[in-house]
């Protein structure tokens, strides 16, 4: 993940405290000495049904993530796709996937393998990355760096 990205998307999180936020991550699926990786570029959010204990994109909201890619990248080879989603759990204490959250994250068409999932606590200051495999989400083994390790 881009340290742009992730500052981006720390930021975005601690703006809509006590809500929770939520937006998509855009990069490239790639192959690297027979690994593949994932590599997360840029994001994007739009308009979401949130409240302290939820988020969810509304239809606007999915539309506007669309708009977004359009009008950063058209019709470009280059253009990056969808490959996870980010979202905050602003509770002050080491964040985990609710039941909601991993039934969401793990059906279609957020199921694909290699998807990055990104959850935030703002308040608490952690930042947890995931990738989903064939296993389920796995927290890959920087998943636990605080703001300040990304703020560099």
Known sequence: MLERVARSVDRHCREAVPDE??????????VCDGIRYVRVVDWATGEVDAGPTHARFTDRGVRQCALFLDERYGDSSSRPVEVGIYHSHPFGV????????????????YDTEGNVYVLVDPVGEWFKVYVF?????????????RPEEIEG
């Open 133 to 145: 495999n064939r296993g389920g989400l796995e927290a890959v083994e920087w998943g636990l760096v």
């Open 94 to 109: 080491e964040p985990h996937f609710s039941s909601v959250d991993r039934a969401t994250f793990g059906s279609f068409p």
């Open 21 to 30: 936020a939520l937006g998509k991550l855009y990069g490239y699926r790639e």
